[in-house]
């Protein structure tokens, strides 16, 4: 989405709120790509903000909301959820490059972290909320807490009864010989 700041870089406006949502898909700037086992569904992410100028010093904030689907980590059922976190970025309105080849963190990456550069007279955050919604997402999700999972064995989903496989003595093959001693003790 690109956020029109004329009015706000002209000082005709201190600030300029925004409500959209977008589809990760469809959007005007280039996004990082999100986990395979992660689907947005269409307008799935809300961004709702203002961008305000406070002497000279623009400031993005957003509250970010975000539904997807996943698999449980367990039982790989489907699992919708909801993701909603803050998101604040610095506008600037050109590129500053720094004679400092490294930042604090003793790392150059080319670019400051943690900006959003206006082109035209337009913010376009779209591809900073995809990678923060990267960071944001947990690693892993369950359907239940107390989710059982899938048997290692015939791969059933445990939470719909036992698969009868605990019932069942296998020996490794390659301890079968032992079995022969235990079965025949003479």
């Known amino acids: 989405m690109k956020i029109d700041i004329c009015e706000l870089m002209n000082r005709r406006l201190d600030r300029v709120d925004f409500a959209y949502r977008f589809d990760p898909r469809h959007t005007d700037a280039e996004c990082v790509l999100l986990p395979e086992d992660i689907t947005i569904p269409d307008d799935g992410i809300s961004v709702c903000g203002s ?23 367990r039982c790989l059922d489907e699992v919708r959820e ?26 150059w990456d080319g670019e400051l972290d943690d900006v959003l550069y206006v082109n035209e007279a337009k913010v376009i955050p779209d591809a900073d909320i995809m990678e923060e919604i990267s960071l944001e997402l ?26 009868g496989c605990k019932d069942k003595k296998e020996i490794d093959p390659r301890l079968a010989i032992l079995q022969k001693l235990l079965d025949n003790p003479e």
């Open 51 to 73: 961008i305000t100028d406070t002497l000279g010093c623009m400031t993005f904030r957003a509250v970010v909301t975000v539904s997807y689907v996943t698999a449980c980590a």
């Open 82 to 107: 909801t993701l909603e976190f803050d998101f604040e970025r610095m506008v600037l309105t050109e590129k500053i490059v720094s004679n400092e080849p490294f930042d604090e963190d003793e790392e």
């Open 138 to 163: 947990p690693s892993f999700v369950l359907c239940d807490e107390d989710c059982p999972g899938l048997c290692p064995k015939c791969g059933h989903r445990l939470a719909d009864g036992d698969c």
